[in-house]
């Protein structure tokens, strides 16, 4: 079983940057490939990226693509969630999530979650 906490979030303005973290604890975690999600009010939850085990593999929503940057750490069992040029659309709670095997892209496959950090952009 893995625990997940993310930290990072705040209050930006447009055009910033935040860099979230997701440290992971329990066993195995580089066993698993990693994704970050949000969910802004009144929406339902979306992918933001997603990274394999070995982190050779990257996958971006095309919203964040070029913007955002996922890495991780295996040594300190820690993700990362590079945010740059940050727009108040980016504003939402962001997850991240542990799995094995299956589709990156849907949070449907995801086994573990973190209980979120806030992010808010303003204009």
């Known amino acids: 079983q893995v625990q997940l906490v993310e930290s990072g979030g705040g209050l930006v303005q447009a055009g910033g940057s935040l860099r979230l973290s997701c440290a992971a604890s329990?066993?195995?975690?580089?066993?698993?490939?990693m994704g970050w999600f949000r969910q802004a009010p009144g929406k339902e939850r979306e992918f933001v990226a997603a990274?394999?085990?070995?982190?050779?593999?990257?996958y971006y929503a095309g919203s964040v693509k070029g913007r955002f940057t996922i890495s991780r750490d295996n040594a300190k069992n820690t993700v990362y969630l590079q945010m740059n040029t940050l727009k108040p659309e980016d504003t939402a709670v962001y997850y991240c999530?542990?799995?094995?095997?299956?589709?990156?892209?849907?949070?449907?496959?995801?086994?573990?979650w973190g209980q979120g950090t806030q992010v808010t952009v303003s204009s």
């Open positions: 990274i394999s085990w070995s982190g050779g593999n990257t």
């Open positions: 999530a542990a799995k094995g095997a299956g589709d990156p892209f849907s949070q449907y496959v995801y086994d573990y």
């Open positions: 329990g066993r195995g975690f580089r066993n698993y490939n």
